[in-house]
């Protein structure tokens, strides 16, 4: 009950279902809620609240969970796993977990945080309508961008459903398990969070609520800023303000005409940064051009002295093996010589040999 107040405060007025088939209203839906394993027990009734595998049913679209859905279709995923594999996540996670003493957690304890978003258009006029189904996807992306801005890696699973009146995204948050096994649910609930902060300062319960609520508020505004402000949608309901039907019509002309000034920007922008990286991209590729010119022609020159330099080298090679070969041949002339000589010499001692003239003698 305290998060549904706390939701209506935060501007989304009375409780409006997705699914409700009303006429198109041009603002903001989002909530989110946290759940336990088991519903915990309705105020003054044994009835329980649903708990997270009732929210997985209806999100797979369980035969037994969505009575209200004329022709039930399995949910596009949009982002992470499928609704059952994150839910899956929650419970390991919550069954490993222990509270502040250290025991098993309750079975109601809230261990995931579920929410949905829903787009103000009809799924058949969205269908029906190349303008407008490039309007929700463009708010979709927005949505799913901020999600992923706001909960990081513990966002494990967004999924779409277009089988009911207004298409709308369900996401689903699991905290992760701290150093002592600690599964703190305020740190994917903003809401729980500012609670538990308010709590450990001394707050008193009061002080609790109004800081739980200022989170929440906080989390609807800053969704506003990012994503509705940019689409068109409006931050609050007519009846939330209390408008007369002129009023509200002016205020959402107002917020059409914002939305698609911001739309325009956001096209100038995009087309600017797609000038800027064409035009970055087109200097890179000519310096690129010039530094492979300038490589393809220091290859030519260092290819051009490296031939130089191995025709000077076979010349000076030819030069050495010609003076080698005339020094062989000078070399062989003087062994020739040198080989008759010694022939002479035989000679001569074989004929002072024959006259009796030996050569001690001649010593």
Request: proline share 5%; charged share 30%.
């Amino acid at each position: 009950m305290l998060e549904k107040f706390c939701f209506r405060l935060a501007g989304l007025g009375p409780k409006l279902s997705p699914t409700k088939e009303t006429a198109p209203v041009a603002y903001q839906f989002i909530h989110i809620e946290r759940y336990g394993r088991q519903g915990a027990h309705q105020k003054k009734s044994s009835a329980r609240k649903r708990s997270m595998y009732d929210i997985r049913d209806e999100m797979i679209r369980a035969q037994h969970a969505c009575p209200h859905v004329a022709d039930p279709k399995p949910p596009g995923i949009l982002l992470g796993k499928a609704p059952e594999e994150a839910i899956a996540i929650a419970a390991e996670r919550a069954a490993t977990a222990v509270d502040k003493i250290g025991r098993k957690l309750r079975c109601d304890s809230p261990v995931v945080v579920i929410g949905v978003a829903s787009w103000p258009e009809l799924v058949s006029d969205v269908m029906a309508d190349p303008e407008k189904r490039a309007e929700y996807a463009r708010w979709r992306a927005k949505t799913i961008a901020w999600l992923k801005a706001r909960w990081g890696d513990d966002l494990e699973s967004v999924v779409e459903h277009m089988d009911e009146p207004r298409p709308h995204i369900h996401f689903v948050v699991v905290p992760k398990l701290d150093d002592a096994r600690r599964l703190q649910i305020q740190s994917a609930h903003p809401g729980e969070r500012a609670a538990a902060e308010c709590k450990n300062a001394g707050g008193s319960p009061s002080r609790q609520r109004a800081a739980y609520v200022d989170a929440m508020i906080d989390l609807q505004g800053d969704y506003y800023d990012k994503v509705s402000a940019c689409c068109g949608l409006t931050r609050l309901g007519p009846r939330r303000q209390r408008l007369t039907r002129k009023e509200w019509v002016q205020q959402q002309r107002q917020a059409e005409a914002l939305g698609e000034a911001r739309a325009k920007l956001e096209s100038c922008k995009n087309e600017v940064m797609a000038r800027t990286r064409e035009f970055v991209n087109d200097r890179i590729a000519a310096a690129d051009a010039e530094a492979q010119k300038k490589l393809k022609v220091a290859a030519q020159q260092s290819a051009e002295r490296f031939e130089t330099l191995k025709q000077k080298a076979i010349e000076h090679i030819s030069v050495l093996r010609r003076k080698a070969v005339k020094l062989e041949m000078q070399l062989s002339a003087k062994d020739a010589v040198i080989a008759a000589q010694e022939e002479q010499l035989k000679s001569l001692q074989a004929s002072l040999g024959a006259l009796g003239i030996n050569q001690g003698m001649i010593m």
